[in-house]
């Protein structure tokens, strides 16, 4: 009975995440309704995610923002179906994923998402165009395709004079933009990026988001994880907020929002301490270079 009324208080989490479970996803691709991760230490509990629901849609570009110590990373893993949920319900492509062999999951998982993580993750002892060959390699991809594939891949993001470059030989920007490529092998419906700005500089950084707007516009599905709001605000159409690992609320483009506005609000009522290491600590771009770089192509059209 303690571990109904347990699992009933996480998955609804109060009227606002129950409202949210009920959103209506058009082409839906990724599903977390009543999600939470539970972590037990000794005689402590952590609920790094709390009850949370998500809907992604194909087309969507969407943004997981949120204080450190939020649940984005946690949220990350399990909307990308790297991790499993303690309690509630993960569906991918409409299957769910508590139901597949750990084999089965990879496999359409490898198909159906493409990673870029913060660190770039490249195997050191493999050269570029070998790590953008990997992920095709799981998947039974022949090894010529695997190879012409790449190479056109590293075409696409101006690294084709570094092919046989090592990791260590690029700088963080090239590397960055293998990890694009290496998400692009298997030609994935969704692209997941944890803050895939944060080791760069704003030159860099703003390359990189160009490219990932690119790929929206030729319809893959972008699910950024970040805490700057400004990249929010200036590329996502819809925003998911974390604190304790909830969703506190769910803000979209259509309906005008104002993501650093949003954020304020959000530190004077919880009185978060976060933000201003942050920015203070952080590499990434600059809002006003984004948003009027942005609004100058709108305007282009």
């Not at 954020?263 to 948003?291: C, I, M, T």
Request: include cysteine; hydrophobic fraction near 35%.
């Amino acid at each position: 009975m303690g571990d109904k009324k347990e699992r009933k208080k996480s998955s609804i989490g109060g009227k606002k995440n129950k409202a949210l479970g009920k959103i209506k996803c058009d082409k839906e691709i990724i599903r977390l309704t009543g999600v939470s991760k539970i972590y037990h230490m000794g005689d402590t509990t952590v609920r790094a995610v709390d009850g949370i629901d998500v809907c992604i849609s194909e087309g969507d570009f969407v943004a997981i923002m949120g204080p450190s110590g939020s649940g984005k990373s946690t949220s990350m893993n399990l909307v990308g179906s790297l991790d499993m949920p303690s309690m509630g319900k993960i569906l991918l492509d409409g299957e769910d994923i508590s139901t597949l062999t750990e084999s089965d999951l990879a496999q359409i998982r490898g198909k159906k998402i493409g990673f870029i993580f913060q660190n770039f993750n490249l195997i050191p002892n493999l050269t570029v165009k070998e790590n953008v060959m990997l992920p095709m390699m799981f998947q039974g991809t022949d090894i010529y395709e695997r190879a012409v594939t790449a190479e056109d891949l590293l075409r696409k993001v101006d690294l084709g004079d570094r092919m046989d470059h090592y990791p260590n030989q690029i700088s963080g920007g090239q590397m960055q933009r293998v990890a694009i490529a290496r998400a692009l092998a298997n030609d994935p419906e969704v692209i997941l990026a944890d803050e895939p700005t944060g080791n760069l500089d704003t030159k860099t950084g703003e390359k990189v988001m160009e490219f990932l707007q690119q790929l929206n516009k030729e319809g893959k599905t972008i699910i950024m994880v970040t805490h700057e709001p400004e990249l929010a605000e200036a590329y996502a159409e819809k925003v998911y907020w974390l604190r304790d690992g909830k969703v506190e609320k769910t803000t979209h483009k259509k309906n005008g929002f104002k993501v650093e506005a949003e954020e304020r609000a959000l530190h004077r009522k919880h009185g978060w301490n976060g933000k201003k290491g942050n920015r203070k600590s952080r590499k990434g771009l600059d809002k006003k270079k984004l948003v009027k770089g942005k609004q100058a192509k709108k305007g282009g059209k």
